[in-house]
T-cell receptor, first 117, second 111 residues
Framework: SAVISQKPSRDICQRGTSLTIQCQVDSQVTMMFWYRQQPGQSLTLIATANQGSEATYESGFVIDKFPISRPNLTFSTLTVSNMSPEDSSIYLC??????????????FGPGTRLLVL | GQSLEQPSEVTAVEGAIVQINCTYQTSGFYGLSWYQQHDGGAPTFLSYNGLDGLEETGRFSSFLSRSDSYGYLLLQELQMKDSASYFCAVTPYSSASKIIFGSGTRLSIRP
């Protein structure tokens, strides 16, 4: 299994500002994933972050709003830019299980709870 | 595209058995996974079905029938700590590197 940490664990931000969320994994992984989970809802994939290449964004998410960095195999950041109250959500990073098909198992960080006022 | 539907809420009694269903419309996938998420916590992996049939892991079992586009998670000997949200998820053939989550089921256990 993988141990994942995220910073910050929670934040309250003013609209129009930006927040960068950090994700650290205890082992080297090829792909890292960023999800958004709104209260009481399911998880929605924002993008897949590959080391050495640009992130791949899902429909409805764009790089200008959610820029992602992946400087090495154990770390990634997600920035929520020009925030509005609609961005209030939990943001989770995850990695696929080692030695198994990515989809079989994913491990999640504890999440970042964001409230935009 | 992919669409996975689950009942939004299920209530059961401590010690009983409960089944959480997942019906899907998808163009094809590698397998069906189940995740548990307690309030305020991160999702944790429970089980995976790559093939049709039943997979058993302790008190939890998961079933998949591709011909029926249907799967379920079975929880036995329910405990209060099983109160959580449960999500089914698939890895689509169109992109083996990611998983798509179902709508989620909130399970409440009564004493």
């Amino acid at each position: 299994s993988a141990v994942i940490s995220q910073k910050p664990s929670r934040d309250i931000c003013q609209r129009g500002t930006s927040l960068t969320i950090q994700c650290q994994v205890d082992s080297q992984v090829t792909m890292m994933f960023w999800y958004r989970q709104q209260p009481g809802q399911s998880l929605t994939l924002i993008a897949t972050a590959n080391q050495g290449s640009e992130a791949t964004y899902e429909s409805g998410f764009v790089i200008d709003k959610f820029p992602i960095s992946r400087p090495n195999l154990t770390f990634s950041t997600l920035t929520v830019s020009n925030m509005s109250p609609e961005d209030s959500s939990i943001y989770l990073c995850s990695v696929g299980g080692q030695g198994a098909a990515v989809g079989e198992t994913q491990y999640f960080g504890p999440g970042t709870r964001l409230l935009v006022l | 595209g992919q669409s996975l539907e689950q009942p939004s809420e299920v209530t059961a009694v401590e010690g009983a058995i409960v089944q959480i269903n997942c019906t899907y419309q998808t163009s094809g996938f590698y397998g069906l996974s189940w995740y548990q998420q307690h309030d305020g916590g991160a999702p944790t992996f429970l089980s995976y079905n790559g093939l049709d049939g039943l997979e058993e892991t302790g008190r939890f079992s998961s079933f998949l029938s591709r011909s029926d586009s249907y799967g379920y998670l079975l929880l036995q000997e329910l405990q209060m700590k099983d109160s959580a949200s449960y999500f089914c998820a698939v890895t689509p053939y169109s992109s083996a590197s990611k998983i798509i989550f179902g709508s989620g089921t909130r399970l409440s256990i009564r004493p």
